[in-house]
């Protein structure tokens, strides 16, 4: 464990995400630069350029004035978290020359609420998984057979389906309501129009943080060296498109309208403290899915639902721990074959559902298939999401007196066009 008795000379609130344990990475801009790679401490962003440009941390400064982090998350592990560490080191020594810098107020650190956080990688490939046990035994159980909700393959790989890149948008955005063909059950035909079921999934995303070859497998002993860090994900869903369209190849324009990822990578460094047990695999897992020790993420989880003008209601709180296959597993089964991964591809976890009703992580499950609608604090009721409602996801970890958390992964529905 970290020492939980480090604490920075910034005034930092007890319940900030954005701790001295926690030194997550981003991409802001304001109204005087374009694009920086950044990081945070309580109410504040770190510019990265402006550190470097006065020699404070050792890297390239032309790096950190990219639109993405791509590039620095390229420089390798080594130098990242070394970046991290002389952080930390920055920002909790009394001594520190940034400390004793009055003039670093307003360009190193500027409050977070006065920038505007881009999109923290350039994504090339996105892969989605299904890997939470009580999400798919829930689906499984809604769609098919409850007593034969998980299909023949689901303890023995981690299902998943390849996405699409060019829809993910950072926290903070709005897209319309997404139409297409939907076919009602009492229908003979198709129908097209605007999606009725239009609906969330809790999860998180891992972002490559080192490119293999074509050819190459990267193990489950190895994986972590290939993950730089997790964000929030919210996989918008539109659930009577989906129906209709997923047989027999999977999700194809029920996923690919809109993605929503926090902007900040909480690194996977910073994340170790939270590790705890995952399930325990019966049937046995094959060889190659095998590992060792404790990889699963304590890691908490919760929605909020905010209608336009009213206040948010929280509708789940979940954990990342109910995830019945782990990153490493996904990395290592993803590329069993020889698959090539690439710097700031993105990982997204599946439906992190937990095991009682209030943990589940999609309004499907939530207001099972419609038929419990939730009831707002305003009275009005939902079954999935309406327009104008705002849909927001947080997430921290917290043991031992250490905290830490991934900011807001937040956005709103529009009418369709
Ligand atoms: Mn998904």
Redesign the pocket.
Same mark, same amino acid.
């Given at each position: 464990m970290p020492d939980k008795n480090l604490k920075s000379w910034i005034e930092i609130s007890a319940d900030s995400d954005f701790t001295i344990h926690n030194i997550p990475f981003g991409i802001y801009n304001d109204a005087s630069v374009r694009h920086r790679a950044c990081s945070a401490i309580g109410d504040y962003v770190i510019d990265l350029y402006e550190l470097a440009a006065k020699g404070l941390i050792k890297v390239d400064k032309h790096v950190l004035e990219q639109e993405t982090l791509n590039d620095f998350i390229a420089l390798g592990k080594t130098i990242t978290n070394q970046v991290r560490n002389t952080l930390i080191q920055l920002l909790s020594d009394d001594n520190s020359p940034l400390k004793a810098d009055t003039a670093a107020f307003g360009t190193v650190f500027k409050k977070q609420s006065a920038v505007k956080m881009l999109m923290p990688v350039r994504v090339g490939d996105y892969t989605?998984?299904?890997s939470s046990i009580d999400h798919a035994t829930n689906i499984g159980a809604m769609i098919r057979d409850p007593k034969n909700a998980l299909m023949p393959n689901w303890k023995h790989l981690p299902v998943g389906y390849h996405?699409r890149a060019s829809s993910i948008c950072v926290s903070g955005h709005s897209f319309h309501r997404p139409k297409g063909q939907q076919k009602p059950a009492d229908a003979e035909l198709p129908v097209y129009g605007p999606c009725k079921l239009l609906d969330i999934?809790l999860?998180t995303a891992f972002v490559i943080g080192k490119s293999t070859e074509l050819g190459e497998s990267v193990s489950t002993a190895n994986a972590d060296d290939y993950i730089f860090g997790m964000v929030l994900?919210n996989?918008w $869903?539109a659930r009577d498109i989906q129906t209709w369209e997923y047989v027999p190849l999977g999700?194809f324009l029920a996923?690919n309208f809109a993605s929503t990822i926090s902007p900040w990578i909480v690194t996977l460094e910073a994340l170790e403290p939270f590790r705890t047990k995952g399930y325990v695999q019966d049937p046995k897992v094959l060889p190659y899915l095998e590992y060792s020790g404790d990889k699963n993420l304590d890691i908490k989880l919760d929605v909020f639902l905010k209608p336009k003008g009213g206040e948010e209601n929280k509708i789940c709180s979940s954990n990342y721990k109910y995830m019945y296959w782990t990153m490493e597993q996904q990395l290592a089964h993803h590329t069993v074959n020889g698959c090539n991964i690439n710097v700031g591809d993105l990982m997204? $976890?599946?439906?992190i559902s937990g095991p009682d009703p209030s943990e589940y992580g999609s309004m499907m499950e939530l207001t099972w298939r419609g038929t419990k609608p939730i009831t707002l604090k305003d009275g009005t009721q939902r079954k999935f999401v309406n327009d104008h409602d705002t849909l927001i996801f947080r997430g921290h970890c917290e043991k031992d007196g250490i905290r830490l958390g991934f900011g807001e992964c937040s956005a709103t529905v529009l009418p369709a066009t």
């Open positions: 989605d998984f299904y996405g999934e999860e994900f996989d $869903s999700p996923k997204g $976890s599946g439906t």
